[in-house]
T-cell receptor
Framework: GQQVMQIPQYQHVQEGEDFTTYCNSS?????IQWYKQRPGGHPVFLIQ?????EVKKQKRLTFQFGEAKKNSSLHITATQTTDVGTYFC???????????FGKGTKLSVKP | EAQVTQNPRYLITVTGKKLTVTCSQN?????MSWYRQDPGLGLRQIYY???????DKGDVPEGYKVSRKEKRNFPLILESPSPNQTSLYFC???????????FGSGTRLTVV
């Protein structure tokens, strides 16, 4: 079935440094979604990318969808302690509703 | 206020004792889904439903049952829980356009 591989598994940064997490698939994706889960919380939807080569920004967060629609990235500029959490990518599996998650990248930020 | 309500938040039970985790949403969403989250394994889909009376298996359905008799409710049933079902469970809902799921607050289940 559909799988999305996410790297790195962990990332430790100093506050103010940039952070990037990558999501890769062996098959073409119809779309890709990104979620953030704060420690002790539940996943919260951030954004969906649909078009080949699409780039979207949310303040310090930049999301990209690859030209071949097989990979995606989330980049955070100048991390803050509020960015701490686990970031997941997710893609549709065999049918609508079958949303498959990557294993996530856990971000810690040292003040 | 748009809500996905899961109950209970915490549950400790014994092996073999049937239990139900409830999930209710007030957003009129067609899609509902159950995930379990385990360290190092991320979020794995158990079952999902695309509408009333329509359910399908996710990646890890063994040992679980679901039903979707009403649009707003999607209970997760463990007929005979085992310790390997100790996990953090999330219910999630989404509109037909699949524009992102809204997650409940989670149910931490321990089976001893």
């Amino acid at each position: 079935g559909q799988q999305v591989m996410q790297i790195p598994q962990y990332q430790h940064v100093q506050e103010g440094e940039d952070f990037t997490t990558y999501c890769n698939s062996s098959t073409t994706l119809s779309n890709i979604q990104w979620y953030k889960q704060r420690p002790g919380g539940h996943p919260v939807f951030l954004i969906q990318l649909v078009k080949s080569g699409e780039v979207k920004k949310q303040k310090r967060l930049t999301f990209q969808f690859g030209e071949a629609k097989k990979n995606s990235s989330l980049h955070i500029t100048a991390t803050q302690t509020t960015d701490v959490g686990t970031y997941f990518c997710a893609a549709l599996g065999g049918s609508q509703g079958n949303l498959i998650f990557g294993k996530g990248t856990k971000l810690s930020v040292k003040p | 206020e748009a809500q996905v309500t899961q109950n209970p938040r915490y549950l400790i039970t014994v092996t073999g004792k049937k239990l139900t985790v409830t999930c209710s949403q007030n957003m009129n969403h067609e899609y509902m889904s159950w995930y379990r989250q385990d360290p190092g394994l991320g979020l794995r889909q158990i079952y999902y439903s695309m509408n009333v009376e329509v359910t399908d298996k996710g990646d890890v359905p063994e040992g679980y049952k679901v039903s979707r008799k009403e649009k707003r409710n999607f209970p997760l049933i463990l007929e005979s829980p085992s310790p390997n079902q100790t996990s953090l469970y999330f219910c999630a809902t989404g509109p037909r356009s699949s524009y992102g799921y809204t997650f409940g607050s989670g149910t931490r289940l321990t089976v001893v």
